[in-house]
């Protein structure tokens, strides 16, 4: 039996589901292909950053492939609308009779999968998608009655009791295969159209980078987690997110380092392990809310009365935003921050889309695009979850009159201003207090300083959205 694996968002050999039973099922070779699809990238917004550390991560990926002699084929095609016809080609090339997968929970992904099941299968090739992504397969926790969870905090209860009944072990490396030839493609350096403005020595790519921040937020940071995590300036929370949307780590890997520091306990010991298990949890909920509510793959609001909301179109604002120049320097630095690292830090992800949404009244679903243009770990259920919760138009979302004031929050989360000054060096001279909010002193005092000027009243536009808001009530 001939094999393949196709590769989507899995770039590691280590503990993949579908790679493991291509190789286990393999006896004459096994095969690995991954598409390149600029066309469809575009559409989906990937981020130039990201796909440049895609192409580092397959070439790193290559090679471990290449120590269990199984080829990688890069095949480039414009649309998810090519590859049916494609792998067939391939599959008819190398003689290939099983064609395994890690299964996707996008829209758009999922249709592309049935096409090709559709189009193999009638050719007798056979096929089987796996679940990998997530620990627990989505749709297994359940409510009572059934149902999918929509609040987060009894989804996590039942994902931990159900855990607690079947723990998971790692899968073992895929078996070395038979020696197959391939007529494998260089990885292109670079794509048309996705010129990464972000340094890559930023974001080292492949599954040995992954593994060695792993542990070195094991061995450094996870124990203080809970306390660190907040604060923007701290190297305090796992930056492990670019890995886990490419798959270069699997969560499993993840949960299971944080179970072997905290002796097997997921919800008792290191509140560092704790909490930071917790937010592996998040993200399997809003893969599990992906899955069953498609709607939010198509920009519509989870909660839909929502939709009423009327959101304005200021292109002054948007642009002082995107750029990082409205006037708050904490907003201000996490957007540079974006611009220049691909990444974001989680408190400032929620700030900047409450502001965005909540203070510019500007639509979540513009700032939700622009963020996948430009995060390295743009995944399509964190980011929409993430900006559904800021805007309180998502699941378990945020109550409408919570909005976080970027000016405390600064002072809170930055006290002594040392991220803001990292990131908006024209703010550095300032004192620990006027850094937060560097107009309150007068105009005359930043006459020299070429920092703009707050671009609203952030006091009465909290009026304007909470009337908004209550209109719907
Ligand atoms: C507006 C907004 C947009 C976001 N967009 C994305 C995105 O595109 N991709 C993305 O991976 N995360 C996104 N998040 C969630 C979160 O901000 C990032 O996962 C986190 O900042 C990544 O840093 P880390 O790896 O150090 O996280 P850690 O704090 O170390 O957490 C570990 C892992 O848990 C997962 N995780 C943590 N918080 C969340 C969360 N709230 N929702 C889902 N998963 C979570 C991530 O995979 C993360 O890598 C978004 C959050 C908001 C508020």
New binding site residues.
């Given amino acids: 039996m001939r094999t393949l694996h196709w590769f989507r968002e899995d770039l590691r050999i280590s503990d993949n589901t579908a790679l493991y039973h291509a190789a286990q099922q393999a006896t004459e070779g096994c095969l690995s292909v991954y598409f390149i699809t600029p066309t469809t990238w575009q559409q989906h917004d990937i981020a130039a950053c990201r796909v440049d550390f895609i192409l580092r991560g397959l070439r790193e990926l290559s090679k471990e492939l290449a120590s269990l002699n199984i080829p990688l084929l890069i095949l480039e095609c414009e649309t998810f609308a090519d590859i049916p016809t494609l792998l067939l080609k391939t599959c008819q090339q190398y003689k290939i009779q099983f064609v395994h997968f890690n299964q996707q929970y996008e829209f758009n992904e999922r249709k592309r999968d049935e096409a090709v099941i559709h189009l193999l299968e009638k050719n007798n090739i056979h096929t089987q998608g796996h679940h990998d992504q997530t620990i627990i397969p989505p749709n297994v926790i359940r409510t009572q009655k059934g149902e999918t969870f929509t609040i987060f905090t009894p989804f996590k209860k039942a994902w931990i009791k159900y855990y607690q009944e079947h723990p998971i072990t790692l899968l073992q490396q895929p078996k070395k295969q038979l020696s197959m030839i391939a007529n494998t493609s260089t990885i292109p350096a670079t794509i048309k159209n996705f010129n990464s403005l972000v340094a890559s020595d930023i974001w080292l790519a492949g599954e040995n980078a992954a593994q060695k921040r792993l542990r070195y937020?094991v061995d450094n940071i996870i124990a203080h987690?809970k306390k660190w995590?907040d604060f923007p300036a701290i190297d305090g929370?796992?930056?492990?997110?670019p890995y886990?949307?490419t798959g270069m780590i699997s969560p499993r890997q993840?949960l299971q380092a944080a179970l072997e520091f905290n002796q097997k306990k997921l919800d008792s010991g290191n509140e560092g392990a704790i909490q930071?298990i917790s937010?592996?949890i998040?993200?399997e909920f809003?893969k599990d809310i992906l899955l069953n509510f498609p709607r939010v793959s198509k920009h519509q609001p989870f909660k839909l009365i929502t939709n009423k909301l009327q959101w304005d179109n200021n292109p002054t604002y948007f642009e002082a935003w995107k750029q990082g120049k409205t006037g708050f320097p904490f907003v201000d630095a996490a957007m540079r921050q974006l611009q220049q690292t691909g990444?974001?830090?989680?408190r400032l992800?929620?700030l900047v889309?409450m502001f965005f949404t909540k203070q510019l009244w500007l639509d979540w679903r513009q700032g939700e695009q622009f963020?996948?243009q430009h995060?390295i770990?743009?995944?399509l259920s964190?980011?929409n979850?993430?900006?559904q919760?800021?805007a309180s138009t998502g699941t378990d979302a945020v109550p409408y009159f919570r909005i976080f004031n970027p000016i405390t929050q600064s002072e809170r989360f930055d006290p002594e201003g040392k991220f803001i000054r990292q990131y908006c060096p024209e703010l550095s001279e300032l004192d620990n207090k006027s850094i937060h909010d560097p107009y309150a002193r007068g105009d005359v005092f930043l006459s020299c300083l070429n920092y703009p000027k707050p671009i609203i009243d952030y006091k009465m536009s909290r009026e304007r959205v909470l009337k908004e808001y209550k209109a719907l009530t």
Wanted: proline share 0%; aromatic share 24%.
């Fill in positions: 937020f987690y995590r929370t796992s930056k492990l997110s886990l949307a993840c930071w937010e592996l998040w993200r809003y990444w974001m830090h989680n992800r929620m889309a963020f996948m995060l770990d743009g995944d964190a980011n979850g993430g900006w919760w800021s």
